[in-house]
């Protein structure tokens, strides 16, 4: 490889992290502003950090996207798995193709669509719109993106173990709860993340599957937008991007440690 | 004892009655509980918005109350099924308004993809080369931003583009520009929001494919005399395409039915479904009509997802 080619590359990966981070960066920047433009500069301050603490509608949406990202994400994390299970493991059962469709569909799904239809369907079964609703909606379409994570790890998964362990007796139930779900915990656990902050960020399906009452973080954030940029928000906003960041962050921290533990194991079992 | 297990295969190792029946059972349960789950709350709501875009406009719908209360609306809802009309869409077809924003979302969301295409391809070749030990740092940085809020990075990009915001700051500081450029609001606000978002979703197949690439293949084309650039067509390009396909799908199928960004960023002035949609029902409350326009956006775009779902499902195949 020449050197022109390499300079290339640093340049592009540089102009286009540079891209991706910019704006955001400048949102974290602007939310520390003084003054209440949020395009010129005035000078530090956290007041609208304090003033997001006394905004009592913001802290009510926070509690509520909260409670119904980590109860739909659980839900769909124990869904996605069983889907991904099926679609690596049940290669031949009746109505396989129109599961995957089910499955894979949802990925790409425009937001409107998979909202409207949900919405009607809740009415047409006389559900009340509220918290319940909005957590079957995100249970819905976050198990799929879940399913397609832990799915990518099953198909790599060495089945030879499994059939090991079934050899000296185990039975499939108890293989699966000591075997399988140890080697897949990994994508488990990024897929629950993931179903988490999509549940997190939804806007549109929120707004058609909710009700009064239940408002959340980014409805509430959607609404104070349209009526204009205020530092307030971004100072909102930054405290969402810190909790994803910070997890995020832990959690490759953790894989990182997993993954050295488990190479120090490996060479350990090689030299005994 | 070894020879037994050996020479038994696993699935010959559960040979008494009940526990082939347990495992049947157990197999039978991981398949149903995700399906019917699907079935019942992604497969049955499109029926039912099939359903209610054909009953009239009247007599389903709900109460125009501000809180949108069904309790008492729903026998006049379901009474709407048993008379179905195709009104609904002879009005959309006679309404060019829908038929343009249903072009115009075709249209931005082809050139945004392209876009994206070109903006993404370098970013994910400049991971694929650079040496294996960052790759899974720029890996996550690229995945990073994916995590953090669409409506926030979408919202992040109305303080630049604003004619008094940063960009303009910036540009009439180095005396580049005189008069402030109008960006937001306009269709070109809306290209810079749907590749923003979407660049994620572009790298990461691209480069997945450009990294299991065997790369002394451009390496002898360019031994034999080829310019580097003729090896990149004559030999990248092509060997990523799943890539290049996967991820112009990735960016293509949602960004059609986009709302956030038209919204935020387009303006009242800028037409696309996805708004048109939301309007529909959120603004009109006229459920029936939002529900056609739902439904032939989907047939719209039936075929890209099916096309999908064949390249996943292939993808599945190959990983095997």
Same mark, same amino acid.
């Given at each position: ?272 | ?34 399906? =019917?789950?699907? &079935?019942?709350?992604? #497969? ?7 359903? /209610?875009?054909?009953?009239? !406009? *009247? $007599? ?106 940063? =960009?303009?700051? &910036?540009?009439?500081? #180095? ?7 109008? /960006?937001?609001?306009?269709? !070109? *606000? $809306? ?106 956006? =989907?047939?719209? &775009? ?19």
């Amino acid at each position: 490889m020449n050197s022109t080619w390499s300079r290339f590359n640093i340049t592009s990966i540089v102009l286009g992290f540079a891209f991706l981070y910019l704006p955001i960066v400048l949102l974290i920047v602007f939310s520390f502003n003084e003054s209440k433009l949020v395009t010129v500069w005035g000078g530090f301050s956290t007041k609208w950090y304090v003033s997001l603490f006394h905004n009592q509608g913001l802290m009510d949406a926070t509690w509520v996207t909260a409670r119904v990202g980590v109860i739909s994400a659980t839900v769909a994390t124990v869904l996605g798995t069983l889907a991904a299970i099926t679609l690596t493991r049940y290669t031949r059962f009746r109505g396989r193709v129109l599961f995957s469709g089910m499955v894979f569909a949802p990925l790409v799904m425009p937001e409107v669509i998979t909202g409207l239809s949900l919405l009607l369907l809740f009415v047409a079964v006389g559900l009340d719109r509220g918290f319940f609703t909005v957590t079957l909606a995100h249970i819905t379409f976050t198990m799929c993106f879940v399913a397609v994570v832990v799915q990518s790890r099953l198909v790599s998964f060495d089945r030879s173990l499994e059939e090991a362990a079934m050899d000296l007796g185990a039975p499939p139930v108890k293989t699966f709860f000591q075997i399988t779900l140890p080697v897949i915990l990994p994508a488990i656990i990024s897929g629950w993340m993931l179903a988490f902050t999509l549940s997190l960020d939804d806007l549109v399906i929120a707004s058609f599957s909710s009700g009064p009452g239940a408002t959340t973080l980014p409805m509430k954030i959607y609404s104070q937008v349209r009526l204009g940029v205020t530092p307030e928000i971004n100072a909102a906003c930054t405290i969402l991007i810190a909790v994803v960041a910070i997890g995020v962050i832990i959690a490759s921290i953790a894989n990182k440690r997993r993954e050295i533990q488990r190479q120090l194991d490996e060479q350990a079992a090689q030299r005994g | 004892m070894t020879d037994i297990a050996a020479t038994a295969s696993p699935s010959t190792q559960t040979t008494t009655l009940p526990a082939r029946l347990a495992k049947g059972f157990v197999d039978r349960l991981v398949i149903i509980i995700p399906y =019917l789950w699907l &079935l019942f709350f992604f #497969l049955v709501p499109f029926i039912i918005v099939f359903k /209610i875009s054909l009953s009239q !406009t *009247a $007599i389903s719908m709900p109460p125009y109350t501000p809180v949108l209360d069904f309790s008492d609306g729903i026998s006049g809802f379901f009474a709407g099924f048993r008379e179905l009309n195709f009104d609904n869409y002879t009005w959309l077809t006679q309404d060019a308004l829908y038929f343009n924003a249903y072009v115009t979302s075709l249209v931005i969301a082809g050139i945004s993809t392209i876009l994206t295409l070109i903006v993404g391809y370098p970013i994910a070749y400049g991971m694929a080369r650079a040496p294996a030990t960052i790759r899974p740092t720029l890996l996550m940085l690229v995945i990073l931003p994916f995590w953090t809020s669409f409506l926030i990075r979408v919202y992040a990009w109305i303080g630049i583009l604003k004619p008094e915001g940063l =960009l303009n700051q &910036l540009l009439m500081s #180095l005396h580049i520009i005189s008069q402030p450029l109008v /960006i937001l609001n306009t269709y !070109t *606000a $809306i290209f810079i929001g749907i590749v923003y978002s979407y660049l994620p979703f572009m790298v990461l197949p691209l480069y997945s494919s450009l990294e299991k690439m065997d790369y002394s293949l451009v390496e002898a084309a360019e031994d034999l005399g080829c310019p580097p650039i003729g090896a990149f067509w004559k030999i990248t390009f092509p060997l990523s395409l799943p890539g290049v396909v996967a991820g112009c799908l990735l960016v293509f199928i949602p960004a059609v039915g986009e709302f956030v960004i038209p919204d935020l960023l387009g303006g009242s002035q800028t037409l696309m479904i996805g708004k048109t949609l939301w309007n529909e029902f959120f603004s009109n409350r006229d459920w029936p009509v939002s529900s056609a326009v739902a439904v032939i956006l =989907l047939l719209v &775009l039936i075929i890209p997802i099916m096309f999908f779902q064949q390249a996943q499902a292939k993808a599945q195949e190959q990983g095997r």
